[in-house]
């Protein structure tokens, strides 16, 4: 049985940092394409971070530069670091796996096969 759990969320005020993890349970993780979306009160659910199983990462325009994206397949975790976070970022976050197409950079809808619980950001001005 596959399981995502995320954890790290929390509340912070604009400029600070968080680092969300995923634990992956039940299946080969390191083959797997696996992201970070997030979806705002009234808003679509969203790309934010991709890692192919090579370790090639993409991120979505809005976090390019702020947010980074990794992956420990020894330890079957996957990590989001938030830095210079911004009140717009307030969103539920999950852990997704078996993205396609595996990048946050093309335009339009994705398949994900397996979803974590989502966990809270906050960010407050």
């Known amino acids: 049985q596959v399981q995502l759990v995320e954890s790290g969320g929390g509340s912070v005020q604009a400029g600070g940092s968080l680092r969300l993890s995923c634990a992956a349970s039940?299946?080969?993780?390191?083959?797997?394409?696996m992201g970070w979306f997030r979806q705002a009160p009234g808003k679509e659910r969203e790309v934010v971070a991709v890692?192919?199983?090579?370790?090639?990462?993409s991120a979505a325009a809005s976090v390019k530069g702020r947010f980074t994206i990794s992956r420990d397949s020894a330890k079957n975790t996957l990590t989001l670091q938030m830095n210079s976070l911004k009140p717009e970022d307030t969103a539920v976050y999950y852990c997704?796996?078996?993205?396609?197409?595996?990048?946050?950079?093309?335009?339009?809808?994705?398949?994900?096969?397996?979803w974590g619980q989502g966990t809270q950001v906050t960010v407050s001005s």
């Open positions: 997704a796996s078996d993205i396609v197409p595996c990048s946050a950079m093309v335009p339009g809808t994705r398949s994900v096969r397996y």
């Open positions: 039940g299946y080969t993780f390191s083959s797997r394409c």
């Open positions: 890692i192919a199983p090579n370790g090639g990462t």
